[in-house]
């Protein structure tokens, strides 16, 4: 795939998870240590299967999501990571699509209804809140990498992509509970299994506590998360 930075960023203060798997591991390490992951179909095993936008730099890879079965899912006992309420946070990564064809394909999911981000065609959307969902006026291409950020400021849902503020909806409710039937997972929408991610996901990053962006554009990360 083309595009995305050529080194990795590290973590920072609230990080909650982050994902950026290296050719040389043997399972799926969170980096800030607060998660254990369980990858699913493809995905239960690390395989360096592809290039991750930080290649050059980094000699890690990205996670192939195939659109049947593959996805990871964190540990419910770290549950309360992703219990939101009405406090700011970010979830964010780089992310490529297979194909753009209008079907469903989830970068990470709650429920169908809330805290979910997908593509659907040339768009990516993000559904904050029952009723309350973003996209922006852009298109996206086939193995192209993207960078997009899903997140609450104030009573604001925000949804940046690829440096740019895509759109908003102003909110003040609190976010529904994690519970063990509807963990926080990543390319997979829990319930929809026909809504996997098809494409590759690197740097995923959830921050709880703070809105890492603000503003109409924003520098795209050009190293790894930290």
């Not at 996997?196 to 690197?202: L, R």
Request: net charge negative; hydrophobic share 25%; with cysteine.
């Amino acid at each position: 795939p083309s595009g995305g930075p050529t080194s990795k960023l590290t973590a920072v203060t609230n990080t909650k998870l982050l994902l950026q798997p290296d050719k040389g591991d043997s399972s799926w390490g969170d980096e800030s240590g607060n998660q254990t992951l369980t990858g699913s179909g493809d995905l239960s095993t690390v395989s360096p299967v592809a290039s991750s936008p930080y290649e050059a730099a980094a000699k890690s890879t990205a996670m192939r999501f195939d659109g049947s079965g593959d996805y990871i899912t964190t540990s419910w006992d770290s549950a309360s990571d992703f219990d939101f309420g009405s406090s700011d946070y970010t979830i964010e990564c780089w992310f490529t699509v297979d194909n753009t064809s209008t079907t469903y394909k989830t970068l990470f999911g709650g429920t169908a209804f809330e805290l979910n981000c997908f593509v659907y065609g040339t768009r990516v959307l993000f559904y904050g809140a029952q009723g309350y969902y973003m996209y922006g006026p852009y298109t996206i291409s086939a193995d192209t990498w993207y960078h997009v950020a899903c997140q609450r400021n104030g009573n604001t849902l925000e949804l940046y992509f690829d440096g740019s503020l895509a759109d908003t909806q102003s909110w003040s409710g609190t976010h529904t509970s994690f519970t063990s039937s509807t963990p926080f997972r990543i390319g997979y929408l829990n319930g929809y299994s026909a809504r996997s991610h098809s494409g590759y996901i690197y740097d995923f990053r959830v921050t709880k506590g703070e809105a890492k962006y603000s503003g109409s554009t924003y520098t795209v990360p050009s190293a790894p998360f930290r």
